[in-house]
């Protein structure tokens, strides 16, 4: 899988986002060390405590499919630009990638940028 092929796949779950109220669509695409990819998109809602990022809702279905070891993710947005994970986002997937996750963007020319989840979260929680 290479960056620009899980990169596609992150623009592509953008489309599915429902963001009625800040209008920003997100998509993820999350690679797991087994292979297998999991997309998600961002989902507001009226409650906005019940908002959930993409990079969540890939996160969740990867495990609610028994998956407990994420490699790469790669986030893409409606607005164009970098879309770094929010601080919750980069915690969550620290629980299941570590500092060596490998986070996939791309920024307004079209390049491919990524970084360590451990570059973006230098000290994170782990029992």
Same mark, same amino acid.
């Given at each position: 899988m290479t960056d620009e092929t899980l990169? &596609?796949?992150a623009e592509r779950a953008c489309e599915n986002a429902y963001a009625p109220y800040s209008h920003f669509k997100v +998509?993820?695409?999350l690679l797991t060390a087994s292979g297998n990819i999991f997309t998600g998109?961002?989902?507001e809602n009226a409650s906005y405590g019940g908002c959930i990022c993409a990079e /969540?809702?890939?996160s969740v279905k990867a495990v609610s499919e028994g998956e407990r070891e994420f490699a790469a993710i790669a986030i893409a947005n409606s607005g164009g +630009?970098?879309?770094y994970p929010c601080g919750i986002c980069r915690q969550f997937l620290y &629980?299941? +990638?570590g500092n060596d996750? /490998?986070?996939i963007l791309r920024d307004d020319e079209g390049n491919i940028v990524v970084h360590t989840l451990g570059e973006l979260l230098?000290? +994170?929680f782990k029992l």
């Open positions: 990169m &596609e796949t +998509g993820a695409a998109c961002n989902v /969540r809702t890939a +630009g970098l879309t &629980e299941f +990638g996750l /490998r986070i230098p000290h +994170g």
